[in-house]
């Protein structure tokens, strides 16, 4: 069955039907990935988002579950060039299209997503539908150039407080979307982790008396989530040693007087090299997000730590004034480069130096 992607710019890609029926809406955004599909599909970050995947062949170890970042995928559509529809790998449980249907995700295939990537880089995110009509009724051309991704962090997080893990160290998991291998990697390190939700009070992250607070990744614009900002403000009074990854580390430094701002088309995938300014080093990142903290908006206390060699965009802080540190890209990357997973090791240190 034929579908198509049309972009709100009115560009029409033409493909075939994967997943499930229907049509979808969202922010079409694009991952230079060439592994890791499935941690891709279940990536919390990718909330609202109709996620392209450059790399050509998808599906050709078909679905595996156990390999999954959170419960269930939050992207809204699926874009490939080619579906693999018989995976190989003796782990498979299931077929791509299968876990796709499972999970009510639309998707389309045979899409050249080279000449869609293209355009993005080109022109920018911009949002799109993913549809078996190739003509669009005024009412729905309104809907798709006025969506707007919301709620991410609110739709993602978990319902209650989960108890993981029996370590030495008590590490507070503030959840706003968190892939489940932030905490696979604390539990490796002899860590009691205890996952918290989003609308959690500084003042109950106080009363769990942790040895050290994982501020977590998510999606969205860090910006929306005001509520979580006042209260982290007010968490950094306690002075209990902070770790953030990627959303983590963007409300943090709201939280200390920094500001936000939208990139072009954001940096998604396991390739973005990341230069530290201590060591001289650069470090291949998996990355997954389209908003970064400004640089020259950096507070009294605040050091630029790590940038981007490809845009110079801020990827991490350390603070001076209060025992925390964090990062845009993903230590815990799964799949992807593990060369940072030493920031976990940096944080247990930080966790012991303060204890």
Same mark, same amino acid.
């Given at each position: 069955? %034929?579908?198509?992607?049309?972009?709100?710019?009115?560009?029409?890609?033409?493909?075939?039907?994967?997943?499930?029926?229907?049509?979808?809406?969202?922010?079409?955004?694009?991952?230079?990935?060439?592994?890791?599909?499935?941690?891709?599909?279940?990536?919390?970050?990718?909330?609202?988002?109709?996620?392209?995947?450059?790399?050509?062949?998808?599906?050709?170890?078909?679905?595996?579950?156990?390999?999954?970042?959170?419960?269930?995928?939050?992207?809204?559509?699926?874009?490939?060039?080619?579906?693999?529809?018989?995976?190989?790998?003796f782990r498979k449980e299931?077929?791509?299209d299968v876990f796709l249907?499972?999970?009510?995700?639309?998707?389309?295939?045979?899409?050249?997503?080279?000449?869609?990537?293209?355009?993005?880089?080109?022109?920018?995110?911009?949002?799109?539908?993913?549809?078996?009509?190739?003509?669009?009724?005024?009412?729905?051309?309104?809907?798709v150039k006025s969506y707007?991704?919301?709620?991410?962090?609110?739709?993602?997080?978990?319902?209650?407080?989960?108890?993981?893990?029996?370590?030495?160290?008590?590490?507070?998991?503030?959840?706003?979307?968190?892939?489940?291998?932030?905490?696979?990697?604390?539990?490796?390190?002899?860590?009691?982790?205890?996952?918290?939700?989003?609308?959690?009070?500084?003042?109950?992250?106080?009363?769990?008396?942790?040895?050290?607070?994982?501020?977590?990744?998510?999606?969205?614009?860090?910006?929306?989530?005001?509520?979580?900002?006042?209260?982290?403000? %007010?968490?950094?009074?306690? %002075?209990?040693?902070?770790?953030?990854?990627?959303?983590?580390?963007?409300?943090?430094?709201?939280?200390?007087?920094?500001?936000?701002?939208?990139?072009?088309?954001?940096?998604?995938?396991?390739?973005?090299?990341?230069?530290?300014?201590?060591?001289?080093?650069?470090?291949?990142?998996?990355?997954?997000?389209?908003?970064?903290?400004?640089?020259?908006?950096?507070?009294?206390?605040?050091?630029?730590?790590?940038?981007?060699?490809?845009?110079?965009?801020?990827?991490?802080?350390?603070?001076?004034?209060?025992?925390?540190?964090?990062?845009?890209?993903?230590?815990?990357?799964?799949?992807?480069?593990?060369?940072?997973?030493?920031?976990?090791?940096?944080?247990?240190?930080?966790?012991?130096?303060?204890?």
């Amino acid at each position: 069955m %034929k579908r198509y992607l049309i972009l709100s710019d009115g560009s029409v890609f033409e493909g075939a039907a994967i997943g499930a029926d229907g049509d979808t809406i969202g922010e079409v955004v694009f991952t230079t990935a060439m592994v890791g599909y499935m941690e891709t599909l279940t990536d919390p970050s990718y909330y609202g988002q109709i996620v392209a995947q450059t790399f050509p062949l998808i599906g050709n170890y078909g679905a595996i579950e156990a390999d999954a970042e959170s419960d269930k995928p939050a992207l809204r559509g699926y874009i490939v060039r080619e579906e693999c529809e018989t995976g190989s790998n003796f782990r498979k449980e299931t077929e791509l299209d299968v876990f796709l249907r499972k999970h009510n995700i639309v998707g389309i295939c045979g899409v050249d997503t080279r000449a869609l990537t293209k355009k993005i880089r080109s022109k920018g995110v911009m949002n799109g539908i993913i549809t078996s009509r190739k003509t669009l009724a005024p009412e729905v051309v309104k809907a798709v150039k006025s969506y707007k991704v919301t709620d991410a962090v609110e739709s993602t997080t978990c319902g209650a407080e989960v108890r993981l893990g029996n370590g030495k160290r008590k590490i507070a998991l503030w959840d706003f979307g968190a892939k489940a291998n932030i905490e696979r990697e604390l539990i490796k390190r002899g860590c009691t982790v205890i996952r918290v939700p989003a609308g959690t009070t500084a003042q109950r992250i106080a009363e769990i008396s942790p040895d050290g607070v994982m501020l977590s990744n998510g999606g969205g614009d860090p910006a929306d989530n005001a509520s979580i900002i006042a209260e982290l403000k %007010k968490l950094n009074e306690y %002075k209990i040693p902070t770790f953030g990854i990627c959303l983590g580390h963007q409300l943090l430094a709201l939280s200390r007087g920094a500001s936000t701002s939208k990139l072009k088309f954001g940096h998604r995938g396991a390739n973005q090299p990341v230069r530290d300014a201590v060591s001289g080093r650069t470090y291949i990142t998996s990355q997954n997000h389209g908003y970064a903290v400004v640089p020259s908006s950096l507070p009294d206390g605040a050091v630029l730590r790590y940038t981007n060699a490809n845009d110079k965009t801020a990827e991490g802080l350390d603070y001076a004034d209060i025992p925390a540190f964090s990062v845009q890209f993903h230590p815990e990357a799964c799949g992807g480069p593990r060369d940072t997973n030493f920031l976990f090791d940096r944080f247990m240190e930080l966790i012991d130096k303060n204890a």
